[in-house]
């Protein structure tokens, strides 16, 4: 088999499969994200005021699965840390820059020839086949070794996971024994006041200030009622 084919299917695949291992992250996402829901729901509906031994129960059951989901979340952040030290993925440079190169070694042995019986041609051609298989070989190990290491972090996510959702399903008992024992009681909030507030009921009297304006009103029925009087005894005199 050519060396250089064989390198190259391993970079290729390097490079597949960590876009399989990147495309996973939405499954785990949404199962840690159902397990702390299922906690918060068991954790805010328990009565802790209930039986004394069924609330240690239910204490010591919901701390081993919360510690475990927290876990599968420490893992699972550390598989897709792409930031920490030596998990950065390395690809072949692009096209141009690889056709430069060549190019400059065309002219390197077109300005110092190589040894004969070799033409500048073929030596630019055999040294920038062992380049380019030297970068295959260098970036395929580098990425399937990081793809290594996030398959295990997923790998770790994954199992505590598991024993998340056992430990959720366990947790579930002593709720279940808690609901029934609650099942129809109203849930009434008992307020006590442990101090008096004082309050000052008197009522102070305060002299009104408001200036108003006085109108005098002008009497026109009693001017109309000496009018009517003038003219009756005007009337009898005539």
Known sequence: MDRESFYKDQYDKSLSTRTEINSSLST???ILTALLAGL????????????????????????IATGLVITAIIYLI???????????YININDAAVLDEYYTDLLDFYDTNPPPAPNTP????????????????????STNQRINRIKTAL???????????IIALSLLIVPFGIDFGHNRGKDKVQHVKLDQELPVNLTIKYQKDTTERL????????KARTDQNK?????????
């Open 78 to 88: 550390l598989a897709f840390a792409d930031f920490l030290r030596g998990r950065r």
């Open 154 to 164: 997923l790998f770790q996510s994954h199992k505590f996971m598991i024993y998340g």
């Open 28 to 30: 785990p996402i949404g």
């Open 40 to 63: 918060y729901f068991c954790a805010t509906n328990f009565d802790y005021d209930d039986d004394r031994w069924l609330t240690k129960v239910f204490l010591g059951v919901g701390v």
């Open 230 to 238: 003038a003219n009756t005894a005007a009337k009898s005199c005539h």
């Open 214 to 221: 006085l109108i005098k009103l002008k009497d026109h029925g």
């Open 121 to 140: 041609e073929d030596q630019a051609k055999s040294d920038f086949d062992a380049y380019l298989l030297a970068e295959l070989v260098r970036n395929a």
